[in-house]
């Protein structure tokens, strides 16, 4: 798989750009501010519907324009496509495949596979709750694009249900009763999304695990032992037909409803219509599901939240996901009074983590500099041979990455890359990139993109 085309109009620093690109290795090189990880986002946003810099759209549309369009076009084997999308503020994105509308934007998540390695990685590490599960939604959608349905129906619910107890905690404040005749309703569809969603990351974890303790001997050049689990509010019992390991039941204190939405999954606008190559309008072109956005700090509590670690494997099956819907029931069940108090779900894979360790201990508030950025290249590294084992060859964005890193894992990450089918890096000079990406070179320049030499 690989790009061999990217329009922009009107997208960020770029009032108009038509960039031709092939296989192997391509850099762009520019100074500071001059727009390479807007290509970069640009292409992300084609692959996941939303901005790895930003929770909203607004800011990808230039200064004083209405509108921007991304155009893609995409080859995998023999076959190719063109992805085209208009961003409008306030508004519903718009996509069209191959020239005609799609029935949801959400129809084209994954067409486009992609690893991005960017500075932001650090908060895989380093940041809250919210990155990682954003981190392990796209990399489902990425592998199974109708995980963007599962992701899009889960926010949908919990939203509706955390407004329905927002009002009812509100009207007893108020020395009223509150309406909660449909909770029980919403309690069962929260459970029903949540057991899919819940059983894929559990499984997609299983299958992280030893990639990513490969991958970070192989860039930290050092065997330390790394750790990754699944820490989730929802808890199992050890009965033999459970999958699961069992776990302490807690609430601790909320993330959010919603880390960047409920699942961490990319924010996208409902639609409206009209063509994204002309801005014309016309009908056919239909939404992209409105999610809970907003980042939510940390703030929790560790102790006492459910682990789920090794044991996850078998969770694909039928009799594990109702398993999991019974126990999202219970927990719902057994927290209502204090959801009611506080108007937030506090049960469900919105509200779960990804445990990070090096050498025996927690990741985060641990790890040295160097053994963060380790394991969160480690993470990225893992997704790529993922999805390499899918027989999905994702296109590699390094952004500026490599300023970030010593020349030893600069070196070490360049060799593990080379062999991609494309890869495309974003440096401020050079002599950042290692000799072994050496490839085709283009200078970025005020929003200016010419191929040197």
Known sequence: MHLTHLSLTDFRSYARL????????????GSNGQGKTNLIEAIGFVATLGSHRVANDAPLVREGCGQAVVRARIVRGDRAALVEMQIVPGKANRVRLNRAPVARARDVAGLLATVLFA???LALVKGDPAERRRFLDDLLVARSPRMAAVQSDYDRVLKQRSALLRSAGAARRAGGRGDLRTLDVWDRHLADHGAELLAARLALV???RPRVESAYAAVAGQDAPTGIEYRSTVTLDSSPD?????????????????GRNGTGASPNHPSGSGD?????G????TEVGDTETGRAGDGRTEAGRAEVGHGGGAVGGAA??????????AGLAAVRTQEIE?????VGPHRDDLLLSVNGRPARGYASHGESWSLALALRLASFELLRADDREPVLLLDDVFAELDTRRRVRLAALVADAEQVLVTAAVDADVPAELAGVRFEVVSGEVCRAG
């Open 18 to 29: 038509d960039l031709v690109l092939e296989p192997g290795v391509t850099t762009f090189v």
């Open 119 to 121: 500075p932001e990685d």
């Open 206 to 208: 299983e299958e992280l």
């Open 242 to 258: 459970r999958a699961l390991s069992p776990g302490r039941a807690g609430l601790g204190e909320p993330d959010g409803d919603a």
């Open 276 to 280: 994204p190559a002309s801005g014309n």
């Open 282 to 285: 016309g009908a056919g072109d």
């Open 320 to 329: 594990t996901r109702a398993a999991l819907e019974e126990a999202i029931l």
């Open 342 to 346: 506080r108007g937030v779900t506090l």
